[in-house]
């Protein structure tokens, strides 16, 4: 009897090793593709430009292929088939993966077996009417630009910025209900960089990412962006900073302040920059009097300058600007630029009295009516 029992406790330990079958450390992605491209490789690489990384790579056999590896946290890494100019992007994960793709249409290829991918592919299918949209638009603006309709052009901009700003809520109520996923904090990443939310709402949306999602590759690079984005938003005492004009004397954010001041990055180089200089001009002899005082940050000293400091001093004059003007001439790259979180111009920054930022990158009107608010 004991024998018997004996017998059956290996055959139950059989059976359940059998369906506990071992667990993959790393990833494993199993495709297929048409077996037309037999023999031609398939790649994955991380999705940088600057520094395309391989993480693996193999050739088509009888229309199937394996990648396989391991990462240190979640990532998008992109899919290339040899001779296609598409990438696809997926989000690799430690596990195992099912992926099907189309060569003749490599965005249409389906991924299964990872939940990163599954919300990935929802944030995107949630994007896809932006771009019929913007397609759509585009044309009425054309039609508008041609009939010089300036009041039509900044509707059709103000409905645009609207029909966006209704999907990213959509998402960002997806990323806010998957806070372990690491895709969330590339979504998030993307928001902040086409000013799509407010950091301070992006720093809330952030802490509550789990820590898995926090520590990894992605999530350690947007928590010091937000970090250092914190120090410029709205709300916060504008950093000081010490540059020298084009005499060469050092002058001080803080020593030049007044009731409302304005940060100004331009470049002599910037169509937009100098396109809006009149207004800057005339809201500066307005009320100037009244308290206010401007600083001009140049990010001249782009490698096509053959004169970068020639060429900021000229436009200075050209322009007529005649407050404080400071630059490192080391384009995006200078330090006040950088200590900004500058990655477009033109870029304004308005200070109340106490040096308190209090708005940005206001233009034209709404730029003159939120000084004149802040002197009164």
Known sequence: MLKKIFYISIL???????????????FLINGTIDASENGKKISLYKADRSNQVLLDSTRVVDGKITLEGKIDSPEIYLVAIEGNNQRLPIIVENTEMD?????DSLMASKISGSKENDVFGLLQENMKPIRAKNAELMQQFSEARKNNDSTLMQTI???????????????????????DLVIGASFLESMIKSKGIKVAEANEVFNAFTDKVKNSTIGKKLGEDIKNALKTAEGSMAPNFTAPNPEGEMITLNDIKGKVTI??????????????????????????????????????????????????????????????????????????????????????????????????????????????????
Do not use: M
């Open 12 to 26: 139950t330990l059989t059976i359940v090793a059998c369906k506990n079958e071992p667990k993959v450390e790393g």
């Open 99 to 103: 992926l099907t793709l189309y060569k």
């Open 157 to 179: 901009r103000n409905d645009f910025e609207a029909f966006v700003a209704t999907i990213n809520d959509k998402n960002l109520a997806i990323v806010k209900d998957n806070p």
């Open 263 to 376: 940060i100004d990055f331009w470049a002599a180089w910037c169509g937009p920059c100098r396109k809006e200089n009149p207004n800057v001009v005339k809201v500066y002899n307005k009320y100037h009097e009244q308290g206010l005082e401007i600083i001009g940050v140049s990010l001249d000293g782009t490698p096509r300058q053959k004169d970068a400091k020639a060429a900021w001093v000229e436009a200075i004059e050209k322009d007529g600007l005649t407050w404080h003007q400071v630059s490192n001439l080391n384009y995006f790259n200078g330090p006040v630029a950088k200590q900004y979180n500058i990655s477009s111009i033109p870029a304004t920054f308005i200070l109340d009295a106490d040096g308190k930022i209090v708005a940005k990158n206001l233009r034209g009107k709404a730029l003159e009516d939120k000084v004149a608010e802040l002197l009164q």
